[in-house]
Nanobody
Framework: EVQVVESGGGSVQAGGSLRLSCAASGFTFLDSDMGWYRQAPGNECELVATISSDGTTYYTNSVEGRFTISQDNAKNTVYLQMNSLKPEDTAAYYC???????????????????????????WGQGTQVTVST
């Protein structure tokens, strides 16, 4: 079964750090493109960062320089290191997998509707990040 499971969310004060993990199973991890989306209440589900199978990374402007996406192929895990967190980073963070390179490394900036019918091969259940002032 193709599956991704997030962990590492929590509550932190502004300026703090968190590291999210996404453990993948059921597919060839190192050949896949992986990424993170986030959704705050009342907002659309927006793209945060991606890492392609060749190691190319992408970050949305609002997190550039603060967040780092990386992967450990031996552990089939993708990480999102989040530093200098701001209250506006508060959201549920979702890991997504594009196993067949359907998006060719260019992921949609926003996903609407049912996430699991959005063209990705796997979505996690989400992990909550709350940043307080």
């Amino acid at each position: 079964e193709v599956q991704v499971v997030e962990s590492g969310g929590g509550s932190v004060q502004a300026g703090g750090s968190l590291r999210l993990s996404c453990a993948a199973s059921g597919f060839t991890f190192l050949d896949s493109d992986m990424g993170w989306y986030r959704q705050a209440p009342g907002n659309e589900c927006e793209l945060v960062a991606t890492i392609s199978s060749d190691g190319t990374t992408y970050y949305t402007n609002s997190v550039e320089g603060r967040f780092t996406i990386s992967q450990d192929n031996a552990k089939n895990t993708v990480y999102l290191q989040m530093n200098s967190l701001k209250p506006e980073d508060t959201a549920a963070y979702y890991c997504a997998a594009d196993i067949g390179h359907s998006w060719a490394g260019i992921w949609p900036s926003v996903v609407t509707g049912n996430l699991r019918k959005s063209g990705f091969d796997a979505w996690g259940q989400g992990t909550q990040v709350t940043v307080s002032t």
